[in-house]
């Protein structure tokens, strides 16, 4: 498959056309930002984890039931992807508390909660990615009540899923942001990556963090947690 123009580069990835109207191919890039971007940084290798990860897991899901825009891996930065609309939200799913949560509400630090809790943010980096409710979603149109039901059941299965995955890998799924699209026929799909950029995981022996929160707590070893998590996974050294 020849690649087309480039469609969008974004803070982590670029998205390419490809000679298929329906599929995409992304690049994942080593940079890294944190803070809406207000914090950065190159590292070598880093693309190169994020590929393998996302695309392990993304295949790990679809044996699962959970169907994704993931298509097929085709070397270590691209990815072969269905094309969809995004919806502009971003829906994080935590399992312990920590991050913008603790700093928003004031709630303690690392306590377990009795359920997942499941937040929705207005997918806009000049308003910062803004927490939002169900309805702000529904009245200003970003998603139908159908599409916010079945969205919300995906994340949750998806959190199930991934939780026993990394608990039988020695790994707690603190939380994660997923996000969604309308496929050509109007259906939403999971999208986008899981990756260490995109998910807080805690070693279950140690607490130690093997995801970006290294760079964005400045904890030093940054690829070693990427490079940890792909271990893991895979079995793999590299
Ligand atoms: P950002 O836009 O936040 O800087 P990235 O660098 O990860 O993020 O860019 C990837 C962009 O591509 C994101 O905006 C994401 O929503 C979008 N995207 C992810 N998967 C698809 C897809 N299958 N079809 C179209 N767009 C997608
Ligand atoms: P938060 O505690 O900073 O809101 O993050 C919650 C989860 O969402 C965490 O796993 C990191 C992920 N996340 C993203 O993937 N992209 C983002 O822009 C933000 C803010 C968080």
Redesign the pocket.
Same mark, same amino acid.
Request: hydrophobic share 35%; glycine share 8%; no cysteine.
């Given at each position: 498959m020849e690649t087309g123009k480039l469609l969008?580069?974004?803070?982590?990835? #670029?998205?390419y056309e490809t000679s298929d109207p329906d599929i995409?191919l992304?690049e994942y890039?080593n940079s890294l930002?944190a803070f809406n971007?207000q914090k950065k940084a190159e590292m070598e290798g880093k693309g190169r984890y994020n590929t393998l990860i996302s695309a392990w897991l993304f295949s790990y899901l679809a044996e699962k039931g959970i169907p994704s825009?993931f298509l097929k891996r085709l070397d270590d930065t691209h990815q072969l992807?269905?094309?969809?609309?995004?919806l502009p939200i971003e829906v994080v799913v935590r399992n312990i508390t920590t991050g913008t949560l603790c700093r928003r509400l004031g709630v303690t630090e690392g306590m377990k909660l009795p359920r997942p809790l499941v937040e929705f943010y207005l #997918?806009d980096?000049a308003l910062g990615d803004p927490l939002i409710t169900e309805d702000h979603a529904l009245l200003f149109g970003w998603a139908k009540q159908d599409e916010i039901d079945s969205i919300k059941r995906t994340s949750l299965a998806v959190n199930e899923i991934l939780q026993d995955l990394f608990l039988s890998k020695g790994i707690v799924l603190v939380d994660f942001k997923l996000?969604f699209?309308r496929d050509s026929s109007g259906n939403v799909?999971l999208?986008?990556?899981i990756s260490p950029d995109t998910c807080r995981f805690w070693d279950s022996q140690t607490g130690k963090s093997l995801d970006k929160d290294r760079f964005r707590k400045d904890l030093g070893d940054v690829l070693g947690a990427y490079r940890e998590i792909w271990k893991r996974l895979s079995g793999k050294e590299e």
């Open positions: 969008y580069e974004g803070k982590a990835k #670029k998205m995409l992304i890039k930002t971007a825009h992807v269905k094309k969809v609309q995004i #997918k980096d996000e699209g799909l999208a986008d990556e």
